[in-house]
């Protein structure tokens, strides 16, 4: 994926700000949720900041990128409309700089994921509290397991028990080759009811944003899976901790490295 060439910035230190939204991890943004000033997503050593004089940075290494809306404004905020744009407003409501989004309405997210790129995916096309077959998967697509621990990217595999988590809420495939979404606190939420129809299973997930259940021991039968989407791309699935796993794609926007 092309992604623009934006302007060196040396990464300092960072102060590790709580996370933007009561439904979302550190390092997601979704549609509604908003940064204020001095607000960040963070992941390892990358940080996306709306900084205090109104410029929007992403700090990483080798390249990041800016907004260049320093000094336009004060008590900026940063939003991600149902169109995946980020939004920048001033304190008084005015719009001063927006990214490119999709063309429907919907929920996006905006992840910031492994090697300090940013991603805006979207809109929805799948979530809990609801493929044909894929090809053949190699022994190095099994191995592709998940870099960060509340999102799967397309044409990542969970595998037997192997975990996504937020907060109290957990997706995992089981040994019975059942997916289940529980809550700590509650118990199981949401499941796909393959127990004990297969072996050596995995959960995966496709560039059409199909997340299906799969037996590896037989020759990959499909136990399980959601719709596809129309368009295919990179997409991906967060777990969050308002009690929903989600599907979202494909990318809309990108920055990083």
């Given amino acids: 994926m092309a992604l623009p060439t934006p302007l060196l910035i040396s990464l300092l230190s960072l102060i590790l700000l709580p996370s933007p939204s009561t439904a979302n991890e550190g390092n997601i943004l979704s549609t509604g949720d908003i940064l204020t000033t001095d607000g960040q997503l963070s992941y390892k050593d ?3 900041v709306i900084q205090d004089d109104c410029n929007l940075v992403l700090y990483t290494k080798p390249n990041g990128f800016q907004s260049g809306t320093n000094g336009l404004g004060t008590n900026c905020t940063l939003t991600l409309s149902d169109y995946g744009q980020l939004i920048i407003k001033n304190g008084q409501g005015l719009e001063l700089w927006s990214s490119p989004g999709g063309s429907t309405k919907g ?8 090697g300090g790129v940013l991603n805006v995916f979207g809109p929805s096309v799948w979530s809990t509290p609801r493929l044909s077959s894929p090809s053949v998967i190699s022994d190095a697509e099994l191995n592709n397991s998940p870099l960060v621990r509340n999102v799967l990217f397309s044409s990542q595999v969970l595998r037997e028990n192997s975990k996504l988590t937020s907060r109290d809420y957990t ?3 089981t040994e019975d080759c059942n997916l289940e979404f529980s809550k700590a606190s509650a118990g ?4 796909s009811e393959t127990k004990g129809k297969g072996q050596h299973c995995f959960a995966w997930l496709d560039n059409r944003g199909r997340l299906a259940v799969v037996d590896h021991h037989h020759y990959n039968k499909v136990l399980w899976s959601s719709n596809p989407a129309k368009v295919k791309g990179d997409y991906v699935l967060v777990v969050q901790i308002n009690g929903q ?4 794609g494909p990318v809309v926007w990108s920055i990083g490295p």
């Fill in 245 to 248: 796993a989600v599907v979202y």
């Fill in 188 to 191: 199981l939420v949401w499941q």
């Fill in 171 to 173: 997706l995992e495939i």
């Fill in 46 to 48: 990358a940080a996306f």
């Fill in 107 to 114: 929920k996006y997210v905006a992840v910031l994921g492994p």
